[in-house]
T-cell receptor
């Protein structure tokens, strides 16, 4: 079974530029998460989708971050304009609503450096 | 109050010893609990999950849950240098499938 796929793996941009990250969850997983993990900290939930609907985006900085999951499968996270403090790993994860107690599985992450 | 709290460490133990990692959580509605291991520069990987009060053993790992005290722990027996990593505690509320993570405890196992 293929895991959570993310791209790009690494991105360096200047502040005020924009960037987009893509995620393809495990096949059949209804729930998709985007986490931000700053070096030395635990993952912080940015947004959670169930199918193509948003369940929780309370910690998403909506003035600069946006995310969509139009067809209930792939998702895109965009940052525009980027700030220095956005430098972090952006982790996409997915989970099934059935069977394994809502265990979430992470992708390899997209590493963002804002200079 | 943070939703999920862990000691940041670092926790250092000698090879062969027992490493004990602790986590407390604030949401009494939490129903499932997870320990993830994260090596430097890598994404978190699941080690164990636990849903009921008591102990759950898997090889060298034992997870312990006490819902009344809102406390979950992970014991690593016969610690190995390869266990050196950051251990993340995660808590899930089934009502909204909302998974929250602690800041992680950095463990170093010295040969």
């Amino acid at each position: 079974e293929a895991g959570v796929a993310q791209s790009p793996r690494y991105k360096i941009i200047e502040k005020r530029q924009s960037v987009a990250f893509w995620c393809n969850p495990i096949s059949g997983h209804a729930t998709l998460y985007w986490y931000q993990q700053i070096l030395g900290q635990g993952p912080k939930l940015l947004i959670q989708f169930q199918n193509n609907g948003v369940v929780d985006d309370s910690q998403l900085p909506k003035d600069r971050f946006s995310a969509e999951r139009l067809k209930g499968v792939d998702s895109t996270l965009k940052i525009q304009p980027a700030k220095l403090e956005d430098s972090a790993v952006y982790l996409c994860a997915s989970s099934s609503l059935q069977g394994d107690g809502n265990t979430i599985y992470f992708g390899e992450g997209s590493w963002l450096t804002v200079v | 109050q943070k939703e999920v709290e862990q000691n940041s460490g670092p926790l250092s133990v000698p090879e062969g010893a027992i490493a004990s990692l602790n986590c407390t959580y604030s949401d009494r509605g939490s129903q499932s609990f997870f320990w993830y291991r994260q090596y430097s520069g890598k994404s978190p990987e699941l080690i164990m999950s636990i849903y009921s009060n008591g102990d759950k053993e898997d090889g060298r790992f034992t997870a312990q849950l006490n819902k009344a005290s809102q406390y979950v722990s992970l014991l690593i027996r016969d610690s190995q240098p390869s266990d050196s990593a950051t251990y993340l505690c995660a808590v899930n509320n089934f009502n909204n499938n909302d998974m929250r993570f602690g800041a992680g405890t950095r463990l170093t196992v010295k040969p």
